[in-house]
């Protein structure tokens, strides 16, 4: 796992080494650049495989094909082989250079042969083309930029900024989105002119123009199986799921899985445990507010598998004390507050491993997350006129407020919001945090203008329009792994794992699994109101009763409570009235409305003064802004 950085255009020696610098968490082993003409790469390197003669930028045997790459190909042994055949010779034990291999004999087609997880730049010497190139589900991050005929790309947007052609503005259509979803959907970021790559994509620089292509799409086709022999169904699943975590098993470093005591991350570490020859290390941070906490259940597992497990209890205090650490890893604002703990989970993970299995992608295939239940209720209850839905809705703000994690008043307001929406966009309401109407109250009326509230969904609607004809389940599913699992899961992994240079493999990911599963009929993943139910099948046997048909608590933290106890003065300093008329984004007015409700429990604003919070410590930042002094205070 590595960082990159390049530009084709404007610049020097000087502006890389100082993008690359910026990368330096990602890759603490090397740095090295590569400069042709107008070209220049630069490359941090986390060693992983091959630790001696893997050194980036990487070229073929005559120098007219260079590669940087972050990332692992995981059936890099099986092209090598087939390369080799074919009279390709090899001067390291690399997947970095089975890719320059690849690419030699198929050219952008090479893309459609990598299993693994990658963000890459390619340079065609003899073409004079540039490329580069995000896998299938987006698992490595890549930005990028096209301003004064000059091609700029890198790892993370701090490194982008680097670039003295980009400019720090704030693009107020994406902060009006990340208001809505708590993150920036792709391809957009919070600054102006910079975007990301979507997953399956590539994108060709040649003759100062861009060019992007599209390699690969989710796809809901079924599979040459009988999906009604449920038999036939788990031995095909059961082979695919072995499959990919024995290949995400090869490392040169120490390695080890994240373990919850979920379903998802029990499942990767009991093959874990099937697949290696040693005990299998597993790593979980427990809290003290129980309602958050799984220690027990992560125990339980570790103890059934006969694993070397590794727990950290974490106070409060710990996971606030983060919060300057998080603010420097979050570039681009995200307001998903499991980002904490699992920055202190991959801290703490890093002291023993240099790679950890995780369970990403799971809740997404399988319909894991309790949105997907609420999905048949809110069918039943879209039949009422929407006049009685909003009497239920008047009647359920007045029920008392609990800060607990999940807690029933809570899902009970979820449930009822949002059926002035399409399904599709009801669900996203449930997940995020404003709507866009409550948008054009909170923005001060000078960035209201700037703003164009009809296209806060047209990201969303593009894909939909790639979905048309499918079932509403596999609809959600679709945007799940396009929106959800790709800007807020899998961009909270790599930031928070990178930082502590530690690389965090997917199982769950693997395109063959996820095409198998999305193959399925939706009802062996929710079935009544049994979710992951195909899985559940599967682990019967493996894993303890009770860790199978638990239900789903997620990496949460008690962010409710925070804001009314220990973050009390931190929120009131950086949501001040005066701070925020100076700083003339937001309506200081419709904020302390909001701040206020809270604090007297007139409504549960959890998620909104926390995706505030989140924006204004990521502007102090990255906007150098002074930020206020922050100890927590425990009462």
């Not at 979980?284 to 694993?307: M, N, P, R």
């Not at 079935?527 to 949460?556: A, C, H, S």
Request: hydrophobic share 40%.
């Amino acid at each position: 796992m590595c960082g990159i950085a390049g530009f084709h255009g404007s610049g020097n020696h000087e502006i890389i080494k100082n993008m690359t610098n910026s990368l330096a968490r990602r890759g603490p082993n090397d740095e090295s650049f590569y400069n042709f003409a107008n070209l220049y790469f630069g490359f941090r390197r986390l060693s992983i495989i091959d630790l001696t003669t893997g050194r980036q930028p990487m070229s073929n045997e005559d120098d007219t094909v260079w590669l940087i790459f972050n990332g692992e190909i995981y059936n890099f042994l099986e092209l090598r082989t087939g390369l080799e055949k074919k009279g390709h010779k090899f001067k390291s034990k690399t997947d970095t250079e089975v890719i320059i291999h690849l690419y030699e004999e198929k050219g952008e087609a090479c893309f459609d042969e990598l299993n693994g997880m990658f963000a890459l730049a390619i340079w065609d010497q003899k073409a004079k083309k540039l490329i580069v190139a995000k896998d299938r589900l987006g698992k490595k991050p890549l930005y990028y930029s096209v301003i004064n005929n000059t091609f700029i790309f890198a790892s993370e947007l701090k490194a982008i900024l680097e670039h003295p052609l980009i400019k720090k503005e704030i693009d107020y259509d994406s902060l009006n989105k990340y208001l809505i979803y708590e993150y920036v959907p792709t391809p957009k970021t919070i600054i102006k002119n910079v975007s990301k790559l979507e997953p399956g994509h590539f994108l060709i620089w040649q003759n100062n123009q861009l060019t992007n292509k599209e390699y690969w799409d989710i796809a809901f086709q079924r599979v040459n199986i009988d999906v009604n022999n449920q038999a036939l169904v788990l031995k095909e699943f059961d082979n695919l799921l072995n499959d990919s975590i024995k290949r995400r098993l090869v490392a040169d470093v120490p390695l080890g899985v994240f373990l919850s005591g979920g379903l998802d991350s029990s499942t990767i570490t009991y093959y874990a445990a099937k697949n290696l020859s040693q005990q299998v290390k597993t790593f979980s941070i427990g809290f003290s507010d129980k309602s958050f906490d799984e220690t027990a259940y992560a125990d339980q597992v570790a103890k059934f598998l006969g694993t070397d497990h590794y727990h950290l209890n974490c106070s409060p205090s710990d996971l606030l004390k983060a919060m300057s650490e998080v603010a420097k890893i979050n570039d681009e604002p995200l307001a998903d507050a499991s980002i904490f703990p699992t920055h202190l989970l991959s801290q703490f993970t890093r002291t023993s491993v240099t790679v950890a299995l995780g369970g990403d992608g799971g809740d997404e295939l399988l319909a894991g997350y309790p949105t997907f239940q609420a999905l048949k209720l809110s069918k039943l209850i879209r039949l009422l006129p929407l006049s009685v839905i909003k009497i239920l809705q008047v009647i359920t703000n007045q029920l008392p407020v609990s800060y607990n994690n999940f807690s029933w008043d809570f899902k009970l307001k979820r449930l009822l919001s949002g059926y002035e929406y399409w399904p599709e966009i009801q669900n996203q309401i449930w997940l995020g945090s404003f709507k866009k109407e409550e948008n054009q109250s909170l923005l001060s009326p000078a960035i209201s203008l700037q703003v164009n509230l009809e296209e806060s969904f047209i990201e969303l609607e593009s894909l939909l329009s790639k979905v048309k004809s499918e079932q509403l389940e596999n609809r959600l599913t679709y945007l799940y792994l396009k929106q959800y699992l790709l800007d807020d899961i899998l961009v909270k992994a790599d930031r928070a794992s990178m930082y502590n240079s530690l690389e965090v493999r997917a199982p769950f990911l693997d395109y063959r699994l996820v095409d198998f599963i999305n193959s399925l009929p939706f009802d062996l993943k929710l079935k009544g109101f049994t979710t992951k139910y195909i899985l559940k099948e599967l682990m019967k046997g493996k894993l303890p009763d009770n860790i199978i048909n638990r239900p789903k608590k997620g990496f949460g933290v008690p962010v409710a409570k925070w804001l009314n106890d220990e973050l009390k003065d931190f929120t009131n300093d950086l949501l001040a009235g005066s701070r925020l008329k100076n700083q003339g984004i937001f309506n200081p007015d419709y904020v302390n409305k909001i701040l206020v409700e809270h604090r007297h429990k007139k409504a549960d604003h959890r998620k909104k003064i926390w995706t505030l919070l989140m924006f204004q410590i990521w502007h102090d930042t990255w906007f150098h802004s002074v930020i206020p002094a922050f100890e927590p205070e425990f009462r």
